[in-house]
């Protein structure tokens, strides 16, 4: 018997050895973490406001004597920004302020400038403002896109595509673009030898060149 009593007092040091080990074990294994969730921060598009004052616009107008140029002023604008890279964006002209650069004489440029404002040409009292906006943009590095738009002149809106270099550093954005426009598309078809014969050297080409350079600060 002694040795049944001996035999079970070993068992029952077995068995509580046992269950302090597993006790133990499991009071030192480290809890399982809960499931962390990883939050990515949304991209920030920072709006940056075009510099009416320090923008410019320069167009350059051809006819079969020779050439003319000027500037229109750019009113107001804003493009959107994204990892440092342009978005979207439109900004608006004020056509009223349309002004002739190549002709120095007084008489002759108030003439010009006069005739570029009447209803032959961009009917300014009736559209004081043209505007453009962009519909698609196609980077291509080093600060260089393809620009898909929406040009609205005298009311009428037509898509135009051009290249344009925008170069975005420190709070500032400065873009440039090249834009050939065909007058024709927007009801300016005055002495466009596609719709008036025998123009002979008074004939004014369809198309004309704008030069563009916007500055924008962020907001």
């Known amino acids: 018997m002694k040795i049944f009593q001996h035999a079970a007092s070993f068992a029952s040091i077995g068995v509580i050895a046992v269950i302090t080990a597993f006790t133990v074990q499991v009071q030192n294994t480290a809890p399982i973490p809960a499931t962390v969730k990883t939050v990515t921060a949304a991209n920030k598009v920072t709006a940056f406001q075009v510099d009416s004052k320090n ?22 604008g804003t493009l959107k920004v994204e990892n440092n890279a342009l978005q979207s964006g439109s900004f608006k002209l004020d ?20 005739h570029l ?34 040009l609205t002149i005298k009311g009428i809106t037509n898509d135009v595509s051009f290249p344009a270099t925008v170069v975005i550093e420190k709070g500032k954005l400065t873009a440039n673009a090249k834009v050939k426009v065909d007058r024709t598309k927007y009801d300016i078809k005055f002495r466009s030898a596609n719709y008036f014969e ?11 060149d704008l030069d563009i350079t916007l500055l924008a600060n962020a907001q």
């Not at 025998?198 to 004309?208: E, M, T, V, W």
Request: aromatic residues 10%; charged residues 25%.
């Open 198 to 208: 025998n123009l002979g050297d008074k004939a004014i080409y369809d198309d004309f």
């Open 117 to 150: 404002k009447s209803d032959d040409f961009f009917a300014v009292e009736k559209y004081p403002a043209a505007d453009f906006a962009i519909t698609g943009i196609k980077p291509h590095g080093n600060n260089q896109y393809d620009l898909l738009g929406k």
């Open 95 to 114: 056509t009223r302020s349309i002004a002739v650069t190549d002709i120095k004489d007084a008489g002759g440029n108030a003439k010009l400038t006069g």
């Open 55 to 76: 923008s410019k616009l320069l167009w350059t107008a051809r006819k079969v004597t020779g050439t003319h140029t000027g500037t229109i002023n750019i009113s107001s």
